[in-house]
């Protein structure tokens, strides 16, 4: 008997560490298990499919894939497609395209939140803040709820970014100008916090996080202008820091290393900060800053060292805790790298479709290997699922596999 239910607990373990179920992966963090070959030689493209614009992270699931679309500037789709073989075994579409600012044009007006799925339902957040709950199975909706119309919110100007994170029955989201709970089974928000005013200011570019700091599990928000900690529970604030950046650019997703908060903004500084507890209070301080500036690019974090890349396009390693800088490649990668790690070795994909695998080293930078696999751009998350990796190009999906 207790054979047969460590067999079905393994079952269950293997098939969750080969799903990629949101965004950054199954832990949100970028950290997937398995051992990976020591260079790219051997990866070979399985399948790929045309599609229409999307910045958002292919989501994989048991045997599904589901992506995103921005149709003719004027619809929003998704579809599920075979994990084997990308055909498509259902699609769902909606009117809920946006133009984003001029300044902002160049990277274009395409949906840029990524899904999430518990197995049964996937979560969708499109750009005009509607965010729509599908059977995984059919495609059908399940509910659906239009933020800026049921709070009165102006659309954010670039378009809700921000992608759902999933815990339990609650589906955590930044939409509407705040941060919210929903019921998962029915779209009911049960809190709000963190209200903004909408419009150029409004709508969240990082996403929604857990973290545990002074011994309490805290939902991970940051907004244009302040990082907090709050209670997942009642959104109660714990605590708050504005954070400097140019024009609200608070673009990455803040990490946590045990206490210590890592920041870096588009035109501000990367920092650590320390947030503590005492006699029922929470305090933040800052306890380190270094010069470099971030921009899109969420670090992972192997050992308590952070691997990102920076405004300047070059990719750093920098100790959480205490600010030391381990290194900074010569090299510029872009504006965006997206980043997953086995903890030995990382995956970095870049803008321009090369992927590049580099050791997990906190002292140098050690390039293993670099392959061009997308003729266009490619600013969504890669996909890492055992020996599998998805790449979602700016007008395609493709499947490639470690032999």
Known sequence: ??????????????????????WRGPSRDGVVKGEWPGDLEKLERVWRVELQPSYSSPVVVGDRVFTTETVSK???RVRALDRKTGKVLWEKTWEGAMSVPFFAKRNGDWIRATPACDGETLFVAGIRDVLVALDAATGDEKWRIDFSAKFNKPLPAFGA??????????LYTQAGGAACRLDKKTGEVKWRALEDGGGMMGGAFASPSFAVL??????????????AGLDPETGKVLWSQEIAAFRGMNILTPIAVDDVLYTSTYGGKTQGWKAAEADGKWTVSPTWEHKSQGYMTTPVVVKGVAFTSLRSGRMMAIDVKSGKEGWTSSESFGDYVSMATNGRRLLGLDTKG????????????????????ADGETWAH?????????????E???????K
């Open 1 to 22: 008997m207790r054979s047969s239910i460590a067999l079905l607990l393994s079952s269950v373990l293997v098939s969750q560490a080969a799903d990629w179920p949101q």
């Open 74 to 76: 004027k619809l929003e």
């Open 161 to 170: 970014v921000a992608s759902p994170l999933l815990d339990g029955d609650a």
């Open 214 to 227: 002074g011994g309490k599990r805290q939902l991970l928000v940051q907004t244009r202008e302040k990082l």
């Open 354 to 373: 090369n992927l590049t695998l580099f050791a997990a080293d906190a002292d140098k930078f050690t390039r293993l290997g670099t392959k061009k696999i």
């Open 382 to 394: 890669v996909a890492v699922c055992g020996d599998e990796i998805f790449i979602r190009e700016l």
């Open 396 to 402: 395609g999906l493709a499947l490639w596999r470690w």
